[in-house]
């Protein structure tokens, strides 16, 4: 984590020019903190299996969390979730305006994608990533959730539609990061399937997690808005807190049985992620 870290605050977006603020707004919320859950995962994975690779895929693991981020900073436009706080932070458009926080998410979609092509890494590995990271960030996945999220405010959805959603709008992204790292040191493909669904299911625990946290905590516990799911399609709002938390108990439950027939190598590396996110809907 503070290898990360400290790599995520040398690299940060570096666009010098006369206007007064675009360059902070890049990074601002890069350097505002997080869990970084995505790029641990990947870099995990890239550990356990080559170690001589993890510097190489480092600057994977930074598109990860600034496609991340600039996902977190188009949430909180006024268009969408209108919230103040994210990482404990003002966000962009209150901090700055509308227009900057626009932009700077933009701008960290496409820096995500062009940190890849620079990547010392084979190109037939970097055109897979690239695959992989627009696949599911994009149209037929974050982008989807995103779209049916705002759409469908007001209008309840059934368990089946909502999980849809979710799958979409959060959990590829974590998929994603798995077989990302699995790329990397070319797994097989069935292992790379098998990561793939842990984190699918995985990326939909997190999200009654973060529904549960928004029901539960204040803005200052949290580090973002809380309170602002009243209109949304949550699992909270639609089965309500106690059956959600019942919920989050099935699915981590099965996702630790399907943990404990990875390989060795795979569990060591993802074992400290597991028991840190794995039941942090208890507190």
Do not use: W
């Amino acid at each position: 984590m503070q290898r990360f870290e400290s790599y995520l605050k040398e690299n940060l977006p570096q666009v010098p020019s006369f206007h007064a603020v675009y360059e902070e707004a890049l990074g601002a919320m890069l350097d505002a903190g997080g869990k970084r859950f995505r790029p641990m995962l990947l870099l995990s994975i890239v550990e356990a299996y080559e170690p001589m690779l993890y510097h190489s895929a480092l600057p994977v693991a930074l598109s990860l969390e600034m496609f991340h981020t600039y996902s977190l900073i188009h949430d909180d436009l006024p268009a969408m979730d209108n919230a103040d706080l994210r990482r404990g932070h003002v966000t962009l458009h209150k901090r700055y305006d509308e227009t900057t926080a626009i932009l700077a998410g933009d701008a960290l979609n496409t820096e995500a994608f062009y940190l890849i092509a620079k990547a010392p890494l084979r190109e037939d590995v970097k055109i897979k990533l690239v695959e992989v990271l627009a696949r599911d960030g994009g149209s037929r996945g974050m982008v989807l959730g995103q779209a049916i999220d705002c759409y469908f405010e007001n209008k309840p959805l059934t368990i089946d539609q909502v999980k849809f959603l979710h799958i979409n709008k959060t959990a590829k992204l974590i998929a994603a990061s798995l077989q990302m790292g699995a790329v990397i040191v070319r797994l097989e493909k069935r292992v790379q399937e098998e990561l793939y669904a842990f984190g699918i299911d995985l990326g939909l625990l997190f999200q009654i997690q973060d529904d549960i946290i928004d029901e539960t905590q204040n803005e200052e516990q949290a580090g973002k808005t809380t309170g602002n799911d009243s209109d949304k399609n949550s699992f909270v709002n639609l089965l309500g807190l106690e059956e959600s938390i019942v919920q989050a108990d099935v699915l981590a439950k099965d996702l630790q049985r399907r943990f404990e027939a990875f390989d060795e190598k795979l569990k060591t590396a993802l074992l400290p992620l597991i028991n840190r996110y794995l039941y942090r809907h208890k507190g």
